[in-house]
């Protein structure tokens, strides 16, 4: 079964910056789409980004224009820079293959 593990989350400042990675068990060169979500709490779990092997990537509104995905196959790892953070980014945010395989969850705070 595949696994995934995210780390990189912890504790920034507004307008802050973080970087997520997650590595993979296995390669993840063949897999069709790995992407984010994150839930925070009293809110249903929304679409971060999305990530397609041919390059084609999808974005939450609500982090549009500052949030980026990316991928290094060499090291397995899928990444989500955050950029330009707000208090409402603040959420468990979760890796995952195609929707089937998530990580544990990392926690993200933004907090003044």
């Known amino acids: 079964q595949v696994q995934l593990v995210e780390s990189g989350g912890g504790l920034v400042q507004p307008g802050g910056s973080l970087r997520l990675s997650c590595e993979a068990s296995?390669?993840?060169?063949?897999?069709?789409?790995m992407g984010w979500h994150r839930q925070a709490p009293g809110k249903q779990r929304e679409l971060v980004a999305r990530?397609?092997?041919?390059?084609?990537?999808t974005y939450g509104d609500s982090v549009k224009g500052r949030f980026t995905i990316a991928r290094d196959n060499a090291k397995n790892v899928v990444y989500l820079q955050m950029n330009s953070l707000k208090f409402e980014d603040t959420a468990v945010y979760y890796c995952?293959?195609?929707?089937?395989?998530w990580g544990r969850g990392i926690q993200v705070t933004v907090s003044s």
């Open positions: 995952d293959v195609m929707g089937l395989y």
């Open positions: 296995g390669s993840i060169s063949s897999i069709l789409a």
């Open positions: 990530l397609t092997r041919g390059g084609s990537t």
